[in-house]
């Protein structure tokens, strides 16, 4: 290669670019190194820049598609470049964060595009639970890249972008991706989408080998509240809470936050709904996210139970309690339950329960933990007096409380090893602190196996 065209390429490689732009925010001080810069697809660079540098004082991998090259067309060395980052990460233990922004593959080879779509596919899913996996989506992300997307430990859209794998499969948006749990999070542009990938990755290890980052903390002052959302802000560090798949699922919630600086994940079910299909999904996604890196799961269960109606048996409610029982069953980090409500049944199995491998049970002294509903259970304990009373609903509802005051109290589950003790809500934060601390040293041996057969 001559001088002039070695300066003519490193010409094209200065030039500034979306991607470039992107890169230089995600970084600290706005500062990356690029690799491979100069590699060429035909007469123009590879379509992709890929980069390391340091976020949150970390070092991790990032790679962003160019835009203004080929619409950001997926060429073969582009892939390359990709998998090039991906087998580094392998290597070192870092973190790679993908920002999408393509039209797909370049398809004046499609047979070379196939090849490259799958090396990627490989490499993720050989690195998924080793390393954490960020995808932004900052403008459209079509066809096998969309999987790759779905692929990473958490993605985020801005609300104008656009993923789908088919153009023909119809709406496409930010929102439905997000209902779909597809995407984490729906940001207003890509600067705040960014800002969330690093929100993110301050609140994870490097790699599973690694224990998360220890945080200086501000005590939350706020007194607890059972609003699913006012949970974590009362138990969890001052402006830690960072809410992840907010729009999948009614009655759940779920969240990456620090308690006295070290990551924890909460988990909340709502009082005033039914746990559905989605709220199964979205929750048994987010324990085994946190148990491949090791993060405790703090759940919080108040809740009318799973849904039990015609709709959520078309939409498979079986294979999703059992999907969610076996995430927490599996699970080996620390998991601590706390009842601070109802918890009647398969509800109280599946999220706090002993069988659902719960390292420390908690509840509170109003919560209510039932083998049925105490209204389902009046039915048939007090029959006789149901059937000989005036009015049906209003006696059914006294026996009801009373039934939930005399025999499904916390006092009598701790009595019977169903909880391990029953702290009161301004003693709360302060329990778990002590149990996490406790559990922090937490081993658990597994049968050998190749992995559980867990129904999707």
């Given at each position: 290669?001559?001088?002039?065209?070695?300066?003519?390429?490193?010409?094209k490689?200065s030039?500034?670019?979306?991607?470039?732009?992107?890169?230089?925010?995600?970084?600290?001080?706005?500062?990356?190194?690029?690799l491979d810069s100069?590699v060429l697809s035909g007469e123009?660079?590879s379509?992709?820049v890929?980069a390391?540098?340091?976020?949150?004082?970390?070092?991790?991998?990032?790679?962003?598609?160019?835009?203004?090259?080929?619409?950001?067309?997926?060429t073969a060395?582009g892939a390359?470049?990709?998998?090039?980052?991906y087998?580094?990460?392998e290597?070192?233990?870092?973190?790679?964060?993908?920002?999408?922004?393509s039209?797909g593959?370049?398809?004046?080879?499609?047979f070379?595009a196939?090849?490259?779509?799958?090396?990627?596919?490989?490499?993720?899913s050989?690195?998924?639970?080793?390393v954490?996996?960020?995808a932004v989506?900052?403008?459209?992300?079509?066809?096998m890249?969309?999987v790759?997307?779905?692929n990473?430990?958490?993605?985020?859209m801005?609300e104008?972008?656009?993923l789908?794998?088919s153009?023909?499969?119809g709406?496409?948006?930010?929102?439905?991706?997000a209902?779909?749990?597809?995407?984490?999070?729906v940001?207003?542009?890509?600067?705040?989408?960014?800002?969330?990938?690093?929100d993110?990755l301050?609140?994870?290890p490097?790699?599973?080998?690694?224990?998360?980052?220890?945080f200086?903390?501000?005590?939350?002052?706020?007194p607890?509240?059972?609003t699913?959302e006012?949970?974590?802000?009362s138990?969890c560090?001052?402006?830690?809470?960072?809410?992840?798949?907010?729009?999948?699922?009614?009655?759940?919630?779920?969240?990456?936050?620090?308690i006295?600086?070290?990551t924890v994940?909460?988990?909340?079910t709502?009082?005033?709904?039914?746990?559905?299909?989605c709220?199964?999904a979205?929750?048994a996604?987010?324990?085994?996210?946190l148990?491949?890196?090791?993060i405790?799961?703090?759940?919080?269960?108040?809740?009318?139970g799973?849904?039990?109606?015609?709709?959520?048996e078309?939409?498979?409610?079986?294979?999703a309690?059992?999907k969610?029982?076996?995430?927490?069953?599996?699970a080996?980090t620390a998991?601590?339950a706390?009842?601070v409500?109802?918890a009647y049944g398969?509800a109280?199995?599946?999220?706090?329960?002993?069988?659902?491998?719960?390292?420390?049970v908690?509840?509170t002294?109003?919560?209510?933990?039932?083998?049925?509903?105490?209204v389902?259970?009046?039915?048939?304990?007090?029959?006789d007096?149901?059937s000989?009373?005036?009015?049906?609903?209003e006696?059914?509802n006294?026996?009801?409380?009373?039934?939930?005051e005399?025999?499904?109290?916390?006092?009598?589950a701790g009595?019977?090893?169903?909880v391990d003790?029953?702290?009161?809500?301004n003693?709360?934060?302060?329990t778990?602190?002590?149990?996490?601390?406790?559990?922090e040293?937490?081993r658990?041996?597994?049968?050998?196996?190749k992995?559980?057969n867990?129904?999707?």
């Open positions: 290669m001559s001088d002039v065209t070695l300066s003519q390429l490193k010409e490689a030039a500034i670019t979306p991607a470039k732009n992107r890169l230089t925010y995600l970084f600290d001080n706005k500062k990356f190194t690029e100069l123009d660079l379509g992709v890929t390391y540098g340091y976020v949150n004082s970390f070092p991790i991998y990032a790679f962003a598609q160019d835009s203004s090259i080929k619409n950001g067309a997926l060395e390359k470049k990709i998998a090039k980052v087998d580094l990460a290597k070192t233990g870092l973190p790679v964060v993908g920002i999408y922004d039209y593959a370049d398809i004046n080879n499609g070379s196939m090849n490259n779509y799958g090396e990627l596919l490989k490499r993720t050989r690195l998924s639970g080793v954490p996996q960020i989506v900052a403008g459209v992300c079509t066809g890249a969309s790759l997307v779905a990473s430990d958490f993605a985020v801005t104008d972008s656009q789908y794998a153009p023909n499969q709406e496409n948006s930010a929102k439905l991706c209902e779909n749990g597809v995407v984490a999070k940001a207003k542009d890509e600067n705040e989408a960014i800002d969330f990938a690093k993110i301050g609140k994870l490097q790699n599973n080998l690694e224990p998360s980052t220890q200086e903390f501000a005590r939350s002052e706020k607890f509240s059972k699913i006012g949970i974590a802000d138990i560090d001052v402006n830690s809470v960072v809410e992840v798949y907010q729009q999948k699922g009614c009655a759940s919630y779920t969240a990456l936050a620090t006295e600086g070290s994940g909460i988990v909340a709502s009082k005033n709904d039914t746990i559905c299909p709220d199964c979205k929750i996604r987010f324990v085994r996210t148990d491949a890196f090791a405790p799961v703090v759940t919080f269960v108040d809740t009318k799973f849904r039990n109606d015609a709709k959520a078309e939409k498979g409610i079986i294979n309690m059992a969610l029982s076996a995430s927490y069953s599996e080996t998991k601590v706390v009842v409500g109802n398969s109280f199995t599946c999220l706090a329960g002993k069988g659902a491998n719960a390292d420390v908690l509840a002294p109003d919560a209510v933990i039932s083998a049925l509903d105490p389902t259970a009046v039915e048939f304990l007090y029959h007096k149901l000989g009373a005036k009015n049906l609903a006696e059914r006294k026996l009801a409380k009373e039934y939930a005399t025999q499904a109290n916390a006092a009598l009595a019977n090893g169903v003790a029953v702290v009161d809500t003693n709360l934060r302060d778990l602190v002590e149990v996490l601390y406790m559990l040293g937490k658990e041996p597994t049968l050998p196996k992995h559980g867990m129904p999707l």
